[in-house]
């Protein structure tokens, strides 16, 4: 019941408070400000949002002096506007996405307010804002640490564990008798759901890539996210099409084996996920991949001999061709979970 990130804020701005009103230096309340801007949820998203705010910070306070006395002929709403204006375009061509607003500030309360005082002013507001985005970082490494790789593969294993329970209940749609009390019906909304739960995924790789110093694009950490975002979206699309191509029990007994044999399979596929998920929400730095691979059960691996039975013809045209979808797809998936193995180990540098 307790959010740690807003608890983490509220603990490191007051003591950051605390510590600017024992200084007795003034304008102190700055640093409370640049706590509450700059805390994100994660280090490497603390890290974006600081630097844009001390950038914002110097842009701003540039063109406060540049227009508070460049522009003294000029009409004060005028020269304000004009101020703003050119902090937007140069906040554009920078690409920044919050540091403007701060920028905004200086030059609105530099100018209204301060106006008498800028040289004093302006060095204190930039050095609280410093002191109070240091202390958000500090706060985020020591304080319930927050760290964008510890986010994604939390998220990665809550999609893991979505997968099992998707891939359970679509086995039990082809066999009955692995139907689980109260499963949800797989439809197009889960599968909306699943595909939304990645993409949530996919937006915090610039947060993780803040973390990890220089070519972060090379760091095992986003190598190996890339590869699990990979795999997902492979399964993610079986979950897709068999949900597209829905399975008919009505037709010979052979078809009835071919559906069940599928069923099996993922179960199989789901336990295995489970094995992904263990060694995700149990890593200590990385997740090293699991010891055993995917083993398939006998009447998947026998599925040849199956198809070669003169039986299958007997059934319809329009049900081969599903039957076939919906196997190319399971195979398909397979293909994804040992290639998301192989890369695994590969990026960890086993063999």
């Not at 564990?161 to 949800?184: H, M, N």
């Not at 973390?211 to 699309?237: K, Q, V, W």
Request: aromatic share 6%; charged share 15%; with cysteine.
């Amino acid at each position: 019941m307790i959010n740690h990130n807003a608890l983490r804020t509220a603990l490191t701005a007051g003591l950051g408070n605390a510590f600017a009103s024992l200084s007795g230096v003034e304008f102190s309340q700055y640093v409370a400000l640049a706590v509450l801007a700059v805390s994100s949820g994660t280090y490497g998203g603390a890290i974006a949002l600081g630097r844009q705010r001390l950038l914002g910070t110097v842009l701003g306070s540039v063109l406060l002096l540049i227009g508070y006395e460049g522009l003294r002929g000029v009409p004060m709403p005028l020269a304000l506007a004009l101020t703003l204006g050119a902090l937007r375009l140069l906040g554009g061509l920078l690409k920044l996405r919050v540091g403007y607003k701060a920028g905004g500030m200086i030059i609105v309360m530099g100018w209204l307010v301060h106006e008498g005082g800028l040289a004093t002013w302006i060095p204190i507001r930039f050095f609280w804002t410093s002191f109070g985005v240091l202390i958000t970082l500090l706060g985020l490494r020591l304080f319930w640490p927050a760290r964008g790789l510890d986010n994604s593969l939390d998220l990665m294993a809550g999609l893991l564990s979505q997968l099992q329970s998707c891939f359970r209940d679509l086995a039990a749609r082809v066999d009955p008798s692995k139907t689980v009390q109260g499963a949800d019906p797989i439809g197009i909304g889960r599968y909306r759901a699943l595909r939304n739960q990645l993409i949530a995924i996919r937006q915090q790789r610039p947060a993780l890539l803040q973390e990890l110093g220089t070519l972060p694009e090379r760091h095992p950490a986003t190598l190996l996210m890339a590869n699990f975002e990979a795999t997902a979206s492979r399964l993610i699309t079986l979950v897709g099409g068999l949900v597209r191509e829905p399975p008919a029990l009505q037709d010979p007994q052979l078809v009835v084996r071919l559906h069940r044999a599928e069923a099996e399979f993922l179960e199989a596929m789901a336990g295995h996920l489970g094995l992904w998920e263990q060694q995700i929400r149990g890593r200590k730095v990385l997740p090293e991949p699991p010891e055993t691979l995917l083993q398939p059960p006998p009447s998947w691996q026998e599925l040849g001999r199956e198809l070669n039975d003169p039986t299958a013809n007997t059934a319809s045209l329009e049900l081969l061709e599903r039957i076939a979808t919906r196997l190319m797809l399971c195979r398909q998936a397979e293909q994804a979970i040992r290639d998301g193995e192989a890369h695994w180990s590969t990026i960890l540098g086993r063999t």
